[in-house]
């Protein structure tokens, strides 16, 4: 069976502080694995994806993941937090069909909110 | 401009009151979904649809129905709302195929209260 664990449902960090988001997933196949994010009151917006290139994967407004496959995690990071990234993050595996093609359905983790202090 | 189109975006009704949420997407996508969103669950499907004539259930399709007659509209219906299907509601397509990586791509949500 495929799940995604999103191992915090809350973290805090100062403005200019790392910020480490973390996230486990299942998977008995080769995944697709996404991180979206979603502000206060709008929808959802696709931070970066990754899909079987390279496992250091750059997304926008400078966030980062890595591919880990002997952890099977998929963290995402960025080097300096902004106020504007507070925010609800999700991690996202995208349902394989065990023939190296997808069903196109995604599973979400719970997500985790991210509070910038000041 | 490419996207994904709900209406309406805010809804309070009641208890029994037959309701239709629309998705409208102009990208000539063939899959599209349906989402619920509640605190501390995050996202989970209601249905979705490989194309047209094509749907299947998601996780949590209980309490709701889904028609795709046209490819570009994937209506989501309510037939007797009921007070724990207050939630926010998202609408998703993406291209068929594994080229793209599966990005899906959002509605802007719909947040529906059942009184």
């Known amino acids: 069976a495929q799940s995604v664990t999103q191992l915090d449902s809350h973290v805090s960090v100062s403005e200019g502080t790392p910020v480490l988001l973390r996230c486990n997933y299942s998977?008995?196949?080769?995944?697709?694995l996404f991180w979206y994010v979603q502000h206060p009151n709008k929808g959802l917006q696709l931070l970066l994806k990754?899909?079987?290139?390279?496992?250091l994967v750059k997304g926008i407004n400078g966030f980062e993941a890595e591919f880990k496959k002997s952890e099977t995690s998929f963290h995402l990071t960025k080097p300096s937090a902004h106020m504007s990234d507070a925010a609800e993050y999700f991690c996202?595996?995208?349902?394989?069909?065990?023939?190296?093609?997808?069903?196109?359905?995604?599973?979400f983790g719970k997500g985790t909110k991210l509070s910038v202090k000041p | 401009e490419a996207q994904v189109t709900q209406n309406p975006r805010y809804l309070i009704t009641v208890t029994g009151k037959k309701l239709t949420v629309t998705c409208s997407q102009n990208?000539?996508?063939?899959?599209m979904s349906w989402y619920r969103q509640d605190p501390g669950l995050g996202l989970r499907q209601i249905y979705y649809?490989?194309?047209?004539?094509?749907?299947d259930k998601g996780d949590v399709p209980e309490g709701y129905k889904v028609s795709r007659k046209e490819k570009r509209n994937f209506p989501l219906i309510l037939e007797s709302p009921s007070p724990n299907q207050t939630s926010l509601y998202f609408c998703?397509?993406?291209?068929?195929?594994?080229?793209?990586?599966?990005?899906?791509?959002f509605g802007p949500g719909t947040r529906l209260t059942v009184l």
């Open positions: 998703a397509s993406r291209p068929s195929g594994t080229l793209g990586g599966d990005e899906q791509f």
């Open positions: 998977s008995s196949y080769s995944p697709s």
């Open positions: 990754y899909t079987s290139a390279a496992t």
């Open positions: 996202v595996v995208s349902l394989q069909d065990g023939y190296g093609g997808s069903q196109g359905n995604l599973i």
């Open positions: 990208m000539n996508h063939e899959y």
């Open positions: 649809s490989m194309n047209v004539e094509v749907t």
